[in-house]
């Protein structure tokens, strides 16, 4: 017993006595984009950064903090996660757009998310200078993921681009393979579709290879590609290729993009491969390599359709507490913050694994899976869209023992990662599931 005492007291001091982990993330930043120009016009530390760290918030270069933080040297501290922060992106903090990173969960080192930082920082210089680089996130929610057609093309596509990176004397061939590919995929999907990757790759994929410029990192591209649902998280990689592609091919090209942001990353790289010597230009793929991804494909589909029912399944049958909203007759929840990284398609609706807030004029619900939770929320929608024409029922899973307090039509319930609060309410409680149902509500009208 005096050893185990022993040893837990030398892990107290250790935790003591180790620097603080928000500090080392924003002086990396500041080394970081202290080294190099990262893009035309960016300035990273021109940008207020946020880091919830599990504890605290901690929030470097702003301009006037908003109330709750308090002064400490170098920075401005809020006791636990401030309300704006939870997720890597970019929010309103105080009046002024500001870059937020979640460091709560242990394993990455400073380094490696101060390139995430940048990669968020990099996003509000987006949407100041290039508003147009964006996609509607609502589209990726209805895209064909299981159309084996498509996704055969698509993996063919992919991989004449990670040739292109891997293969520089053929680089020039495999781009222009690349793109013949996309050309027609793209001819045969709705226009939407084409749209959200082109706008993404702007959006999402330049503030990624941004990312990997600050970590002295190259994209790579699997040789199996994605899953087919992982459409989004392809662009990641996808986006980045081009732009390290372009590196090679023409450099200086953000220069070009600066002058002119309605250019998609596809023509400028179609210019740039047009203009590379021929050699190498015999590059194709085989009927062999062309069938055997195709036949790969159809499985994948296949298995995607029988996913969404095992996957609701799952959901359904999550031990520990549930707590179900049930809206008004015509009266929907209406989607007010979601995570596109973390929604899947299942049967019957939506499932939420990292980040949810729904609500309307009655009040709202916040769920958000952070340390020491392990919840997700299910969404079923109204009408053709799953989440944007508005919610009828929501269920949040995997609770510990809320606390539930209903007073004159007024409905609250806390646990850890779930915040619920609504007016004009009634719940029931049948075992370990909570039951809100709302007797009103419209659209949200302000906050």
């Not at 498509?150 to 004449?160: I, K, V």
């Not at 084409?194 to 040789?223: D, F, K, M, S, V």
């Not at 409905?411 to 915040?419: D, F, K, M, N, Y």
Request: net charge negative.
């Amino acid at each position: 017993m005096k050893r185990l005492a022993f040893l837990a007291a030398l892990c107290a001091l250790a935790a003591a006595l180790a620097p603080e982990r928000a500090p080392e993330i924003e002086r990396e930043v500041q080394r970081i984009a202290g080294s190099r120009a990262l893009w035309p016009g960016f300035e990273p530390l021109a940008i207020p950064l946020a880091v919830y760290d599990g504890q605290r918030t901690w929030l470097f270069r702003h301009p006037a903090p908003p109330e709750g933080f308090a002064p400490v040297p170098g920075a401005h501290v809020y006791p636990g996660r401030h309300p704006a922060v939870t997720s890597n992106t970019s929010e309103d903090l105080g009046g002024t757009v500001s870059a937020t990173l979640m460091a709560d969960r242990p394993g990455a080192a400073p380094a490696e998310l101060a390139a995430v930082a940048l990669h968020e920082a990099f996003h509000v210089f987006q949407r100041r200078r290039h508003p147009g680089w964006q996609a509607n996130e609502g589209d990726l929610l209805l895209y064909p993921f299981d159309n084996a057609k498509l996704l055969g093309r698509r993996r063919l596509e992919s991989e004449a681009l990670r040739r292109a990176l891997a293969e520089p004397k053929t680089a020039a061939c495999w781009a222009r393979q690349f793109l013949a590919w996309r050309r027609e995929r793209f001819a045969a999907i709705d226009p939407a579709f084409a749209a959200y990757e082109r706008g993404t790759e702007l959006n999402e994929g330049l503030a990624q290879y941004i990312q990997l410029l600050a970590a002295g990192r190259t994209p790579e591209i699997p040789a199996d590609e994605f899953a087919a649902a992982e459409v989004r998280h392809r662009i990641y990689t996808t986006g980045p290729a081009i732009a390290f592609l372009l590196d090679r091919l023409r450099p200086g090209w953000q220069a070009s993009l600066e002058a002119d942001d309605k250019k998609l990353l596809e023509d400028l790289l179609a210019g740039a491969a047009a203009e590379a010597k021929r050699e190498g230009d015999d590059c194709a793929f085989t009927p062999a390599e062309i069938e055997r991804v195709e036949r790969v494909a159809r499985a994948d589909t296949a298995a995607i359709r029988a996913g969404r029912t095992a996957r609701r399944q799952a959901f359904d049958a999550r031990p520990g507490w549930r707590v179900v909203i049930q809206a008004a007759e015509g009266r929907p929840l209406w989607p007010q913050g979601f995570d596109p990284l973390n929604v899947e398609l299942v049967d019957g609706g939506l499932l939420h694994t990292r980040f949810l807030r729904l609500g309307n004029d009655a009040g709202k619900a916040e769920a958000i899976d952070g340390e020491g939770t392990d919840l997700e929320a299910l969404t079923e929608g109204i009408g053709p869209h799953p989440l944007f024409n508005g919610v009828r029922r929501a269920a949040i899973a995997g609770l510990p023992k809320p606390e539930i307090r209903s007073e004159g039509g007024t409905v609250e319930i806390h646990a850890p990662g779930l915040s619920l609060r609504f007016e004009n309410a009634r719940v029931e409680v049948r075992g370990t599931e909570a039951v809100v149902s709302l007797q009103g509500g419209g659209p949200p009208t302000g906050g």
